[in-house]
């Protein structure tokens, strides 16, 4: 009876172990390259959200209002925080990843407010129709010298790529143009500014006739 007692006693003590140890266990460590948990972040400012969505160029992907278009709609994300900042820090090419030098944990929680709050971004306005041969494509293109990189027909060349009849859309080409503004003055803003690039797109579009306006 006493063996009895103590193998009871014994099997007890096992099992208040077995949980005790269990109960201890040590936290599982992160993925390698995931995002760690944000820490105490104040309420999104939207504006400053919706700025960072165009200055970081996410319009190029996902489209001026986070609809979606080569990359998938942001507008309204389901995703958790935690999981949204992981992929923005651990994202793979041709996706951008953003450092915490580049975008920190506020920032993208700024970010992530805009896109879930659903304020919307004025259009681009295409500017005023122009009669056909008005101002003509041709002329917009040399004297904003395109035609130095991109060929005198936007063939392309060696140093740039083609632009007639661009499989890419217009929030892409923007923004691709914008990126390399430090190094080529005419691509920016006050030399080639929306409206006058979004003419000069559609004549691309159209097949960059030398006749043709815009």
């Known amino acids: 009876m006493k063996l009895e007692l103590r193998l009871w006693l014994l099997l007890a003590l096992s099992l208040l172990l077995a949980a005790c140890a269990e ?21 999104p400012e939207l504006g400053r959200g919706r700025q960072l969505y ?41 996706k951008p990843a953003f450092s915490q030098v580049e975008l920190t944990d506020q920032d993208a929680y700024n970010v992530y407010g805009w896109l879930q709050s659903g304020t919307q971004i004025e259009p681009v306005s295409a500017g005023p129709a122009l009669p056909p041969g008005q101002v003509l494509g041709m002329q917009l293109w040399t004297e904003a010298r395109c035609d130095s990189c991109h060929g005198a027909f936007a063939q392309g060349s060696a140093t740039a790529p083609p632009l007639v009849e661009s499989g890419f859309p217009f929030e892409m080409e923007r923004a691709k143009m914008r990126q390399t503004a430090d190094t080529i003055p005419e691509h920016g803003e006050d030399v080639m500014d929306d409206t006058l690039f979004r003419r000069l797109y559609n004549w691309l579009q159209a097949g960059a006739d030398p006749a043709g306006g815009c």
Do not use: N, V, W, Y
Request: hydrophobic share 40%; aromatic share 4%.
């Open 23 to 43: 109960r201890l266990a040590p936290a599982p460590e992160l993925p390698a390259g995931a995002a760690a948990p944000a820490a105490a972040l104040s309420e």
């Open 54 to 94: 165009l200055d970081k160029q996410c319009g190029a992907c996902h489209s001026s209002q986070a609809e979606g278009g080569i990359g998938p709609r942001l507008a309204g994300t389901m995703l958790p925080f935690d999981r949204f900042l992981d992929k923005l820090r651990t994202a793979l090419p041709p």
